[in-house]
């Protein structure tokens, strides 16, 4: 069991799928850190955004430079380039 643990912690994996909002529905490539965080990005790449566990919703508040990174990690983990330190925004630990 530890292990199985082990290993979803340090998969990446990107599949597109759409994403619904109240501003309606599109295609998005998702990128999923494990059990980390879920992030999404436009086909377009005009937009990117992570669930904020939170809130319970979708943000688009990220920090400059995560657009970039978020795009680099959905090219490796489908793996279009090789893998590569990934500087991505991760959500604030819940409180216990």
Known sequence: AFQIE???GRSIEAYEGVLVTADGERTVNF???GRIALYYQTMDKSETG???????????????????QIDTA???????????????????????
């Open 50 to 68: 992570m669930w904020d566990v939170a809130a319970g919703g979708w943000t688009t508040d990220l920090p400059g430079g995560a657009r970039d």
């Open 31 to 33: 990128l999923k850190v």
């Open 74 to 96: 959905i090219a490796v983990a489908n793996e279009y380039v090789p893998p590569d330190l990934l500087l991505l925004p991760l959500p604030a630990p819940k409180d216990a």
């Open 6 to 8: 082990n290993d979803y």
